[in-house]
């Protein structure tokens, strides 16, 4: 939200109120730049609220498959006993 900030309070009131064509150009090259840039920041931040979950899930099916594999392996020593 602050680079759309910086978007609508610096790069565009530059490039609306400058005379100069190479001025007006760079004004409008920021403008773009910084548009872009919080897009993509919102697009990740729109995909991260899933990942906590998917991390969760994996550290526990790896849990699961340390315990399975831990009681076969006690299992087998049992029966070899």
């Known amino acids: 939200m602050l680079l759309f900030s ?9 490039y609306l109120n400058t005379g100069d064509p190479e001025y007006r ?3 409008f ?3 773009l730049k910084d548009t872009a840039l919080a897009a993509f920041a919102l697009y990740i931040a729109s995909n991260a609220r ?6 969760e899930t994996v550290i526990e099916e790896e849990v699961k498959k340390t315990e399975h594999h831990e009681t076969e ?9």
Not at 6 to 14: D, E, R
């Open 25 to 27: 150009q760079l004004a």
């Open 50 to 55: 899933h990942q906590r979950v998917l991390e």
């Open 29 to 31: 090259l920021n403008v």
């Open 73 to 81: 392996e006690s299992e087998r020593l049992a029966m070899e006993a």
């Open 6 to 14: 910086f978007v609508f309070g610096v790069h565009l009131p530059n």
